[in-house]
């Protein structure tokens, strides 16, 4: 049997409405059953006004994970118990590698067009869990871009070509799963087609309407693509996404809250870790 080149749709996932921090409104999509390994979760924050009264995310842990934030409109204000104290703005991304734990807080900002961003949740391999934590901002002008008249990949993370043998790599050099994030946008006509072999595949649609092998994707909906070794995307009337690429780590997925281990066992000693302080003390 032959695997078609081109990637299908195989399946659908609606984001919906959550809250999260204190009180800050967000579209989520999770998928801890390991289904999208290695991505974990996905949420999206938006508001329309500028002055927005957004409550942000206070002090918490994480352990297991890596984050990824990406801002289109607006920023986002970081602070860590390691002493990380940075601001991201339109264009940006910020990485966090958790490993064995980071204490962070974050406060999302408006701009004239509001607030548009989003937060990833990669899962870390088991022998990186408890890896030291480690930080990076990520400026819009260190992304290199793929474009042409109408459309533009903005590459994050990861390597990315098309079948022409055009290609770029992000800055993101160290997402978990050899993970690739990019963030495409397609003018009305605008189509883009993807030379991306990766296991793992998908493509989360946050504005406009996106055609893949005459299937319509609308705002809000994530797809998860088959096997195969093309992606291709069109719009119509003009799409905004962004595309997730990586290899599944193929391990246990143990989740509670901020940590993400392998087993319940390890999620009970994160819990004590965090409650007796070791999360903000020096590692043995």
Request: aromatic share 6%; glycine share 12%.
């Amino acid at each position: 049997m032959t695997t078609s080149p081109l990637r299908r749709i195989e399946q659908v996932v609606h984001s919906h409405p959550s809250q999260d921090g204190d009180g800050v409104h967000i579209q989520r999509i999770h998928r801890f059953n390991g289904d999208l390994d290695p991505f974990l979760m996905l949420d999206e924050l938006g508001s329309d006004r500028a002055d927005s009264n957004i409550g942000g995310f206070p002090p918490h842990p994480h352990r297991g994970i890596q984050t990824l934030t990406y801002i289109v409109h607006g920023g986002i204000s970081h602070e860590d118990h390691l002493g990380h104290h940075s601001t991201i703005h339109a264009g940006d991304a910020q990485w966090m590698h958790t490993g064995r734990g980071i204490v962070h807080s974050e406060m999302p900002q408006t701009d004239g067009q509001g607030l548009r961003g989003f937060q990833l949740w990669l899962n870390l391999p088991a022998h990186e869990k408890m890896s030291e934590p480690r930080y990076r901002d990520v400026r819009a002008q260190e992304m290199p871009q793929l474009t042409s008249d109408h459309t533009t990949l903005t590459a994050i993370g990861g390597g990315w070509a098309t079948p022409a043998g055009e290609s770029v790599t992000g800055p993101l050099t160290d997402l978990a799963g050899s993970a690739g994030v990019a963030h495409i946008e397609l003018q009305a006509g605008g189509e883009l087609a993807l030379a991306v072999d990766s296991e793992t595949l998908a493509v989360y649609v946050y504005s406009g309407t996106l055609q893949i092998d005459d299937q319509v994707v609308v705002a809000g909906q994530l797809v998860k693509l088959g096997p195969g070794e093309l992606l291709h995307l069109a719009s119509h009337n003009g799409c905004c996404c962004l595309v997730l690429a990586g290899t599944p780590h193929g391990e246990p997925i143990a989740h509670y809250g901020p940590f993400v281990m392998n087993h319940m066992h390890e999620i009970d000693q994160a819990l004590q870790d965090y409650r007796n302080g070791a999360f903000t003390q020096d590692s043995p």
